[in-house]
């Protein structure tokens, strides 16, 4: 015979000692263990993905370059960054030199804008040196200086 008493939450058999238990009550409890378990582990709503747990362990990743001097340089990554951070090592972030504020560092949203200076690319970014103008000169790319490069998946 079936149980006389059920589970509250998944109605599980919960035998009394005068029960007796058949193989169909431990099908059915089975199914409704397999149905239940099954369906919480393949909700993406409360379980996250291979790649986002790859996200979780690396969200972001730093990268040192050294500038060549070109008034545009690429620098290809292996993700579509979210956001950079990109500074001069060793100077301030803005320094003051022969009437002209020189910008030696940036950062930037993709979509929501960025800093004078970088721009995004699909899978990367586009850093620029500039010669100056109206007072300012961008600095993220200058012959043989020393960059630190973060970048956000």
């Not at 149905?35 to 790859?54: C, R």
């Amino acid at each position: 015979m079936a149980s006389s008493n059920y589970t509250p939450n998944l109605h599980l058999n919960a035998w009394e000692a005068s029960d007796r238990p058949k193989r169909a009550d431990f099908v059915s409890d089975n199914t409704i263990i397999d149905t239940q378990l099954g369906g919480h582990i393949a909700n993406t709503g409360v379980h996250l993905s291979a790649a986002e747990k790859a996200l979780l362990d690396e969200p972001y990743i730093t990268m040192m370059y050294a500038g060549n001097g070109e008034s545009q340089r690429t620098i290809a990554l292996d993700f579509h960054p979210k956001f950079i951070f990109i500074y001069k090592r060793g100077v301030p972030f803005v320094t003051y030199s022969n009437g002209v504020n020189v910008v030696n560092a940036a950062s930037g949203s993709y979509g929501q804008g960025a800093s004078a200076g970088i721009s995004f690319t699909g899978t990367g970014v586009v850093v620029s040196e500039s010669a100056a103008s109206g007072g300012i000169r961008v600095s993220l790319n200058e012959n043989l200086a020393q960059y630190t490069l973060i970048a956000f998946k």
